[in-house]
């Protein structure tokens, strides 16, 4: 595991750009140091990494993630995000801790949509009854990011959107003045009406939200 890492660390650091990352770090309003690697050029490196004859035993997954996680560099956020998505169909139950470390830790958008909408997602998928205590759990946390998570997870469902659950989850949180919640509300509701649009339309009219999600919801829906 340690060797893994170290390889991985050498490669981001040869491909170092003090210029990019100035601009990265800037973008993302100063929280986080950059290498200064472009997303095409770090999916390249990172490739390698991911295949499936070079990771490392799952056993060994949540301590690699935490430790990639508590690098300074955001690209080590998004390689071992990328990292765990590649255990999907080997999830257990108990690694949901993991993927709420991972949420709470070094949050913002960048990260954690993905952690919602492609981790946690599949996780759910595989244990759909974990699904009504977590998101209880995350909604009561009061933590942005936890109840945004709620919001995205099913973000690919399509047609397996679970639209009672949706409307319960978005009903808690109506009435939220944080951007990145009612921002992800019209997301939720935009993404859903691509494949019931109808659904879409009546729930907007029967739910009092911001203009923010309303606009969000309707955007594609209304052109």
């Given at each position: 595991?340690?060797?893994?890492i ?8 040869r491909?170092s750009n ?10 993302m309003?100063?929280r ?9 050029l770090?999916?390249e ?12 035993d799952?056993?060994?997954l ?32 108990k ?14 958008w ?17 244990f ?15 933590n ?5 998570s709620?919001l ?18 978005i009903n ?5 003045e ?32 911001s203009a ?9 829906i209304?052109?």
């Amino acid at each position: 595991m340690n060797d893994y890492i170290k390889t991985s660390e050498s490669e981001f650091e040869r491909n170092s750009n003090p210029k990019i990352a100035a601009g990265q770090k800037a973008y993302m309003k100063n929280r986080f140091e950059f290498f200064g690697i472009k997303t095409p050029l770090r999916r390249e490196i990172s490739k390698p990494f991911l295949q499936k004859e070079f990771l490392p035993d799952k056993k060994y997954l949540k301590k690699t993630i935490k430790t990639l996680w508590e690098k300074p560099q955001r690209e080590f956020q998004y390689f071992a995000q990328e990292l765990a998505f590649k255990y999907k169909k080997q999830f257990e139950k108990k690694d949901i801790a993991l993927f709420e470390y991972m949420i709470l830790n070094k949050s913002w958008w960048d990260t954690v949509d993905f952690i919602a909408a492609k981790i946690t997602g599949e996780y759910f998928k595989l244990f759909p009854s974990e699904i009504k205590n977590v998101t209880e759990n995350w909604l009561a946390s009061g933590n942005i990011w936890l109840q945004r998570s709620c919001l995205l997870f099913q973000l690919k469902y399509k047609e397996n959107t679970d639209t009672e659950l949706l409307s319960h989850i978005i009903n808690k949180l109506t009435g939220s003045e944080e951007f990145f919640i009612n921002k992800a509300i019209g997301w939720i509701l935009r993404e859903y009406g691509k494949i019931n649009p109808d659904w879409v339309i009546d729930f907007t009219k029967k739910t009092q939200l911001s203009a923010l999600s309303k606009k969000e919801a309707l955007r594609i829906i209304l052109k």
